[in-house]
């Protein structure tokens, strides 16, 4: 049985390995003489994108699930000192994962859309889809400055927390104040 912490290596292992084969087969497509030959290898590396965008889809989508498990055990278990800075990076990464889905799709509708001669859709929808094809890189590099903003912010509160002291019995612990209230 896989390990659950060994999963996304080997995911990592199929997509390389998927990728390489994706290489040999359109360089088949671009040496080959026979026609059918041709045919057949370019259907092999159209099926092996898409099982690539799905293992990545895949991946990132568990992720954001441990994510999610992450920051409900976070809330539950509020004695942990060190969650706070984990818990902002853990909401960002779920912020991220979703613009970066609305990005991929806006991009493939983008694409389907400038397929064919004669346009499908609306000139107010091709462009709303081109503006929003062009704008969600930009919001994910904002969601991603506001992680590190955030984490500077919560890293200079820790630091300027005063620092206590807790005796209980033989063991005594030093940690911030401010992570201890919350």
Do not use: H
Not at 49 to 61: H, I, P, S, T
Not at 112 to 133: D, K, M, R, W
């Amino acid at each position: 049985m896989l390990e659950r912490k060994y999963v996304l290596y080997y995911a990592l292992i199929i997509y390389g390995l998927l990728q390489f084969a994706g290489i040999v087969f359109q360089t088949m497509y671009f040496c080959v003489i026979d026609i059918n030959l041709a045919s057949l290898a370019l259907t092999v590396v159209a099926d092996l994108e898409y099982a690539g965008e799905v293992l990545a889809f895949l991946v990132e989508l568990a992720v954001v699930v441990n994510y999610i498990v992450f920051l409900r055990q976070a809330r539950a278990d509020s004695a942990r000192q060190d969650t706070d800075r984990l818990a902002l990076v853990a909401r960002y990464g779920i912020a991220s994962f979703c613009c970066f889905q609305l990005y991929l799709f806006a991009t493939v509708g983008f694409c389907y859309v400038n397929a064919g001669v004669e346009p499908i859709v609306s000139v107010g929808f091709y462009t709303a889809l081109y503006c929003l094809q062009q704008l969600f890189p930009i919001a994910y590099i904002q969601i991603q400055l506001g992680m590190k903003w955030s984490i500077s912010i919560a890293r200079e509160k820790v630091r300027d927390a005063p620092t206590v002291i807790i005796m209980s019995g033989a063991k005594t612990s030093l940690g911030k104040l401010s992570s201890m209230q919350s």
